[in-house]
T-cell receptor, first 118, second 115 residues
C-alpha cells in the first residue's frame, strides 16, 4: 500500500529564513506521481506542483523549489526567503498509475503546519 | 471560473439525521472524489468516481454513499450521521487519464458538525 510521511508536524521560522518541508513516500509502483498542495488559513487547497517518477529534475518556481530523489523516496519542498503569506499547512500527496483506467485518488501525508513569524 | 463548487459550506446535524453534500464542477472533468479532513490526519479518500456511471470505495467509505448524477455532479450522502463523521469534507475533480498524473482541483470544503 502507498504511504506518505510528513514527519514535521509544525515548523516555525522568522520571516526571510529559508525552510524545507520534508516528504517521504512509499509505493510498490515504478510509475507514480507526487504533488504538493498548500492550505492557507482560509481553508482551500491550492495545487503547487506535480512531478512524475521518471523526472528527477529539481524544479524552481520563484521562491519555491522542489527536490525529488528516488533513491531516498523523498520529495522535499523548500521556500527561500520565507514571507508571512507563506504561513499555511502544506500537504505532500502520491498518486499511483491505474492501468485499468480507474483512479485511486491521492494519498496525502498528514501535513506540515508552517508558521512564518514577522 | 467557478471550478469545483460545494454546498453547503457549513452544516450542523444531530446524531441520526441524514443529509447530502453536493458537489459540481464546470471543468468537464471525468473523475471526481470525496475526501474528509480531520485534525492531524491529512485528507483521506472516501469515494471516487473515475467516470460518469461508476463509483468506487476509497480508504474510509463506511457510513457514506455517493451518487454520480451526471458528469458535473457527485454527491455524498450520510444516511445516519454519527459524531465520528464530524469533519471537513472536500470534493475534487480531475481530468483523468490512465496515467493519473492530472492534479486534482478542490472545492472550498464543507464543515460538518454532528452533535
Amino acid at each position: 500500500a502507498q504511504k506518505v510521511t510528513q514527519a514535521q508536524t509544525e515548523i516555525s521560522v522568522v520571516e526571510k529564513e529559508d525552510v524545507t518541508l520534508d516528504c517521504v513516500y512509499e509505493t510498490r509502483d515504478t510509475t507514480y506521481y507526487l504533488f504538493w498542495y498548500k492550505q492557507p488559513p482560509s481553508g482551500e487547497l491550492v495545487f503547487l506542483i506535480r512531478r512524475n517518477s521518471f523526472d528527477e529534475q529539481n524544479e524552481i518556481s520563484g521562491r519555491y523549489s522542489w527536490n525529488f530523489q528516488k533513491s531516498t523516496s523523498s520529495f522535499n519542498f523548500t521556500i527561500t526567503a520565507s514571507q508571512v503569506v507563506d504561513s499555511a499547512v502544506y500537504f505532500c500527496a502520491l498518486s499511483e498509475v491505474a492501468w485499468g483506467g480507474g483512479a485511486d485518488g491521492l494519498t496525502f501525508g498528514k501535513g506540515t503546519h508552517l508558521i512564518i513569524q514577522p | 471560473n467557478a471550478g469545483v463548487t460545494q454546498t453547503p459550506k457549513f452544516q450542523v446535524l444531530k446524531t441520526g439525521q441524514s443529509m447530502t453534500l453536493q458537489c459540481a464542477q464546470d471543468m468537464n472533468h471525468n473523475s471526481m472524489y470525496w475526501y474528509r479532513q480531520d485534525p492531524g490526519m491529512g485528507l483521506r479518500l472516501i469515494y471516487y468516481s473515475a467516470s460518469e456511471g461508476t463509483t468506487d470505495k476509497g480508504e474510509v467509505p463506511n457510513g457514506y454513499n455517493v451518487s454520480r448524477l451526471n458528469k458535473r455532479e457527485f454527491s455524498l450522502r450520510l444516511e445516519s450521521a454519527a459524531p465520528s463523521q464530524t469533519s471537513v469534507y472536500f470534493c475534487a475533480s480531475s481530468n483523468l487519464r490512465a496515467s493519473g498524473d492530472q492534479p486534482q482541483h478542490f472545492g472550498d470544503g464543507t464543515r460538518l458538525s454532528i452533535l
